[in-house]
């Protein structure tokens, strides 16, 4: 495992561990209290297994009160809390600390109420994503963003990372689709932002906890919209002899007017990989695939679906197939979906990036990416949410040998600057997490996290909620992250630092 | 009067915030002047961004453009349409409501306000195109966030925070919004002479459907009055649903909800593209209250909800139009009728819903609650949020609530 500073265990609190424990009974059933060392263990990681930590306790309350009372019981003791639901995140923002409460929403597991009138479902934050499609599609309804990751993923883990999916360039990322949740701050306040409605009033904090990685407050329950679905469905998917010219393509269909339901670019390595593993039947002789969802009414998809043939051929375009069913469109798909198991089969470990940049910048970036796999001696395959400028390159690795994740990472850290040197950010839908923490002050100065910290301490005054995540701790971002302590003694000791 | 000044830079806003901060002189921001939403305040000075106008960069292909905040919305709306593109959201032009002619003033007050047009329920509101901004906070620091693409989740979403928070957290410097290309067709459904409870009726049932409508209001009798359309009867009530797409498919869909709607075919017209888009901009303009001298609230409410809110009041002097398809309630009052207003209040809360004061005389902006929120817990929390931002409470002090 790699080195990371997380903030200081507080060992006073750990001292206290059995009165803790205890105490914990109070508020919730003692069978969802564990803390024997077997029982925790599989809370120790989130999807970003390279870094693991036992918590001291976790907690699996069962309704909003457990929760709020639990919260409040930690405020008062200074106890940290790590929130987590699904255990899918990719960025470490679940990770717990050696000194906390993991408070898992894993009993948040009902939907409450399907609404086809308001056009909107209320469910407990535990619900997964797939379930809630699950649960409308009998009607032709869906729910519209749809990570990876969705068979497994909850809904509440969705609020927290602002998760997007394949369609979000037409439909949106969560931001744009849930209406209101409960949320509970660290001190125990129950609150509602939104609701069955549009819009809400006042300070729009349904956005501002949407992609706030827990660090704001646990929700415990959630309202999300619902679409009816199109009804026609059409994808094409395309091949291309340069990475460029599937870019250039991707743009000139949007300077065209047209916004694909979904858009996904896959260079070479991960076209060989995933055929390999899920047998896709794409073309083999080619740089880069393209795949191209349309979407709407019977005759709109059959216009748009000739107007994106044009322009591929425009852009050399040396393979097209064009779907002729549902069934096809899907193994257009297969593969794709099919990209982050097809590299684990492939290498014993992988590092999943999550940078954003403009679309324009696909072709550049890509260069830079193979220039730095040979630099640092690591493979790379690369899917690209090409409609939303999303990157998501997977480096290979094996973390049997020594130094080997550290190197993945610092590849990996090498490509998100780039990614932000060229305008874009540094994560899409992943969320910072621990992972890419340390990165923030690349694209942020100390004025700009210090705001965002002060924001924090509005819903958190102690930091007690999910604290070591998302924001660089102990410097400065002038520093770098290179603050020399010479015998525990600090320039400016007294300075806050974050 | 207050002292007005009116910059030209980012870093003169700064610069003035902070000498302001330092002295605790409070702060009225002000774009083009457009509209006077939000409580009354009293400032010693006024920062007039005006001066902060121009586009920075625009990259159509990439879906979004840059500007400074003081930028006219009526120079970006003519640049995107070059490139046929536009601000999907819809923006209004308050002008009409205000003073009785367009005045659409700065994006900056459009964020500052989170107003957006009939196909809000379709495409989502300001705040869903909002992708970055640039702003000074209330100690004299530049802050930002957010960025030029879609998909971000580096750090809190502070754009979302800063739009329709009527300019009491930062003063806007730099703006960047997601821009969508037009629809080559527009097309109205109308159906005339039909109560609202039939109304929402249709509007719900096209919604369970997969034509995609983009736009769903409700006219009562005589509040159609003002439109000049040869092809729309303003003699009754109107229910109209848009459609917008490549023509062959809003062609196809209208003739859907046709079918859909045979029930009343001997009512259903369409308004063919040209008088589509007037019908829709007029709607979003708010031209049927034009020039109002009473009160004007935006009540929104769980759709399901908003036949039961409108009967309520139907033997009241209360003149509405419905938009959103049944999510938004635009209505009228005289203005020295306190009593209505507040029953108002009242009748929207229990129904779930808020309601916001959008234009009123002084006497009523200093004397009535501009929004509705009742949870004490969200006002301790917003002054916080406040206080975050703006220790002192100089800029807009008082503009949404009492203290925040």
């Known amino acids: ?60 309350p069962e309704s909003t009160e457990e929760v709020s009372n639990i919260l409040k019981y930690c405020h008062e003791n200074n106890i940290k809390v790590v929130p987590r639901g699904s255990g899918t995140g990719l960025s470490g923002g679940a990770l717990p600390l050696a000194d906390c409460v993991l408070l898992g929403l894993s009993k948040f597991n009902k939907i409450l109420e399907i609404d ?121 998917l395309l ?55 349309l979407d709407g009414t019977e005759s709109e998809v059959n216009i748009l679906i000739k107007r994106v043939e044009e322009i591929a051929k425009k852009n050399k375009s040396s393979y097209l197939c064009i779907s002729k069913n549902d069934e096809e469109r899907l193994r257009f798909w297969l593969g794709r979906k099919a990209a982050f198991p097809a590299i684990g089969d492939m290498s014993p470990d992988y590092l999943c990036m999550d940078g954003t940049i403009p679309r324009k910048k696909l072709a550049e970036v890509l260069r830079e990416i193979t220039k730095l796999s040979q630099k640092h001696g690591l493979r790379v395959a690369n899917c690209f949410h090409a409609g939303d400028g999303n990157l998501h390159p997977l480096i290979m690795f094996d973390s049997n040998i020594k130094s080997e994740l550290k190197k993945a990472e610092k590849f990996g850290a090498d490509i998100l600057k780039y990614c932000v040197k060229v305008g874009g950010v540094l994560t899409g839908e992943h969320g910072v997490g621990i992972e890419k923490r340390d990165l923030m002050c690349e694209m942020f100065n100390d004025e700009d996290i210090q705001q965002q910290l002060n924001i924090k301490q509005a819903f958190d005054e102690k930091s007690l909620l999910n604290p070591g995540k998302v924001y660089p701790i102990l410097h400065r971002c002038a520093e770098g992250g290179k603050m020399h302590a010479h015998k525990g003694d600090t320039k400016f000791k007294d300075i806050p630092r974050f | ?32 002047n457009s509209k006077s939403i939000g409580r009354l305040i009293q400032c010693s000075k006024s920062l007039n961004l005006k001066n902060l106008s121009g586009i920075i960069e625009y990259f159509p292909e990439e879906l979004y453009i840059k500007v400074k905040a003081g930028t006219p919305l009526a120079l970006i709306e003519t640049e995107l349409d070059k490139k046929n593109q536009e601000l999907s959201f819809e923006p209004s032009d308050m002008g009409f409501l205000y003073n009785g002619r367009s005045n659409k003033g700065s994006v900056g007050g459009a964020v500052a306000c989170n107003l957006s047009g009939s196909r809000r329920f379709r495409a989502g509101a300001l705040r869903d195109h909002i992708l970055g901004f640039r702003g000074i906070n209330g100690k004299g620091e530049i802050v930002k966030s957010g960025g030029t693409v879609v998909k971000n989740v580096t750090g809190y979403d502070v754009s979302k925070l800063i739009t329709g928070s009527y300019g009491t957290l930062v003063a806007l410097t730099e703006i960047v919004l997601k821009v969508q290309p037009k629809n080559e067709e527009s097309q109205t459904l109308l159906v005339n002479n039909i109560n609202l409870k039939k109304a929402l009726n249709i509007f719900s049932k096209s919604m369970q459907t997969s034509v995609e409508i983009s736009g769903a209001c409700f006219y009562p009798a005589k509040m159609s009055k003002f439109f000049k359309l040869n092809d729309l009867d303003t003699t009754t009530s109107i229910a109209a649903i848009r459609l917008e797409g490549p023509k062959i498919s809003v062609v196809e869909r209208v003739n859907t909800l046709k079918k859909l709607f045979d029930e009343y075919k001997k009512t259903i017209s369409v308004l063919e593209n ?31 909800n908003t036949d039961q809110f409108i009967n309520k009041f139907e033997n009241e002097e209360l003149k509405y139009v419905v938009d959103w398809a049944g999510n938004l309630i635009w209505a009228e009052i005289p203005e020295n009728d306190s009593v209505l207003l507040r029953q108002l209040r009242t009748e929207v809360i229990k129904l779930g819903g808020h309601m916001t004061i959008i234009k009123a005389p002084n006497h009523v902006r200093i004397k009535e609650d501009f929004l509705t929120t009742v949870d004490e817990n969200i006002k301790v929390l917003s002054l916080k949020i406040k206080e975050s931002f703006d220790p002192k409470k100089i800029l807009n002090p008082g503009k949404m609530y009492s203290g925040i």
Request: aromatic content about 8%.
């Open chain 1, 239 to 293: 091949g291309f002899q340069s990475v460029e010219d599937s870019g250039q393509c991707v743009s000139d269909i949007i300077s065209e007017g047209i916004i694909p339901a979904g858009m996904e670019i896959m260079d070479k390595p991960l076209i060989k990989a995933t055929d390999n593993y899920a047998k896709a039947g794409y073309p083999k002789d080619v740089e880069a695939i393209l795949i191209v969802e």
């Open chain 1, 1 to 60: 495992m790699s080195t990371l500073t997380m903030p200081p265990v507080d060992q006073f609190v750990l001292n206290d561990k059995e009165k803790i424990v205890r105490h914990l009974k109070r508020f919730t059933n003692p069978i969802n209290i564990i803390s024997d060392p077997e029982g925790i263990t599989p809370y120790e990681t989130d999807a970003l297994s390279a870094y693991k930590q036992k918590p001291m306790a976790v907690v699996l």
């Open chain 1, 116 to 236: 086809f009138e308001n056009r909107c479902v209320v469910t407990q934050p535990g619900v997964t994503n797939l379930s809630l499609t699950k649960a409308v599609e009998h009607n032709g309804f869906y729910y519209a963003p749809d990570p990876s990751s969705q068979i497994a993923c909850s809904i509440g883990g969705n609020i927290a990372e602002n998760s997007g999916g394949v369609h979000s360039l037409k439909y949106g990322t969560t931001t744009n689709n849930i209406l209101g949740v409960e949320i509970v701050l660290m001190n125990g306040t129950i609150m509602r932002f939104g609701g069955k409605k549009l819009e809400s009033e006042g300070y729009d904090l349904l956005g501002l906890i949407t992609g706030s990685e827990g660090l704001l407050g646990v929700l415990t329950e959630v309202t999300v919209k619902i679409l009816k679905k199109p009804q026609s469905v059409k994808a094409l």
């Open chain 2, 274 to 304: 040209y008088q589509s888009r007037i019908f829709w901009q007029n709607t979003t303009d708010l031209q049927f209250f034009n020039n109002s001298a009473n009160v004007v609230v935006k009540v929104i409410l769980p759709p399901v």
């Open chain 2, 1 to 32: 009067m207050s002292e007005i000044y009116s910059p030209s830079s980012e870093h003169e806003v700064a610069d003035f915030i902070k000498n302001c901060n330092s002295r605790e002189i409070l702060i009225e921001i002000i774009g083009h």
